[in-house]
């Protein structure tokens, strides 16, 4: 596997700049076309209105009914809450959430005897949650300040974990997973929505600040990531391709450096064309019972 040079440290603060920045001016004129600000992870399509946008990454028409406030913050890749397949009562963690989209629509479904927790690393962006759950009025959902790698909640005290389009932000996924199982109670589920590739991106991508913060360059090739879950001890792991939107993958390559693009052309695998090797995939996994 391309290993990246850039240092655990140095991608952690390049993500929470550039999610920092989106949650400081997303609803202001500045947020107009920065780049994963408006609508999708790394695919703002200036051309497509918000709510299309979002309809096209949610199933569930209760995401209608959200404040323009929180759908205007919506950065994932898909809908990780219908792939979790939620039940009254369940206590729901989401890592890396944002604006907080997935927990406020997890918690409708786990309703007032369940709970959802957001954790997210960027202050800014939990301060824009914390201000949309006054709009959204779920008081069954809080949010924390933390990093995926070191979750601030007890061991067994989750039922699901969902995650929209952050774990590829992850310099450190394994333990990402590591943590996730150890969050999960016994027979608990893992349900995510995230970017993987289909073979090994090339190295001048995985070593470009601005592809690790647009979601391209920490995308893992499918088979390291289920690895990955299956060596924290999961089991019984499930991927199913939810191909980008061309547009959405345009934009993202776009965000790129030429020489970098260049470089994405040069692979020698052709199933590493970028257009086709970096994908959004619903990935859902078990901790034994
Ligand atoms: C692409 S956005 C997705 C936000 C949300 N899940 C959604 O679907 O709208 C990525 C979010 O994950 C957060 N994030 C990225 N890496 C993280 C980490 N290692 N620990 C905690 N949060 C992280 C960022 O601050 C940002 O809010």
């Known amino acids: 596997m391309n290993k990246t040079t850039i240092s655990p ?4 603060q390049a993500v929470r700049d550039r999610y920092g920045k989106i949650a400081d001016t997303t ?3 500045k947020s107009t076309g920065c780049g994963c600000g408006s609508g999708g992870c790394c695919g703002g399509d200036a051309s497509v209105t918000q709510l299309d946008q979002v309809s096209r990454l949610y199933q569930d028409p209760d995401v209608l009914s959200l404040p323009e406030e929180v759908t205007a913050l919506s950065l994932g890749c898909g809908d990780p809450v219908a792939v979790a397949a939620l039940q009254p009562g369940q206590t729901v963690l989401d890592l890396g959430s944002g604006g907080g989209i997935d927990c406020f629509l997890a918690a409708a479904k786990v309703g007032l005897e369940g709970r959802v ?23 069954n959902v809080e949010f924390r300040l933390g990093e995926i790698e070191h979750l601030p909640v007890q061991d067994g005290s ?7 389009c952050v774990i590829n932000l992850s310099p450190d996924k394994p333990q990402v ?25 090339p190295a001048a991508v995985k070593n ?7 979601c391209v360059a920490g995308a893992w090739d499918v088979k390291d990531y289920v690895a990955a879950i299956e060596a924290a001890g999961f089991v019984d792991v499930t991927v199913e391709a939810t191909y980008w939107d061309q547009r959405m993958i345009d934009e993202a390559i776009g965000q790129l ?25 619903r990935v859902t996994a078990w901790k034994p019972a």
């Open 9 to 12: 440290d140095e991608i952690r």
């Open 257 to 281: 450096e030429p020489e970098v693009q260049a470089q994405m052309q040069q692979t020698e695998q052709p199933s590493l064309d970028p257009q086709k090797a970096v994908y959004s995939a």
């Open 208 to 214: 470009n600040m601005a592809a690790w913060a647009g």
């Open 117 to 139: 927790i957001g954790v997210d690393m960027t202050p800014s962006m939990l301060e824009k949650a914390r201000a949309n759950q006054k709009w959204v009025g779920a008081e």
């Open 27 to 29: 609803g202001t004129e």
């Open 177 to 201: 997973f590591r943590e996730a199982f150890r969050a999960l109670r016994p027979g608990g589920k893992l349900a995510v929505s995230d970017i993987v590739t289909d073979g090994d991106l």
């Open 158 to 164: 989750v039922d699901v974990i969902i995650s929209n």
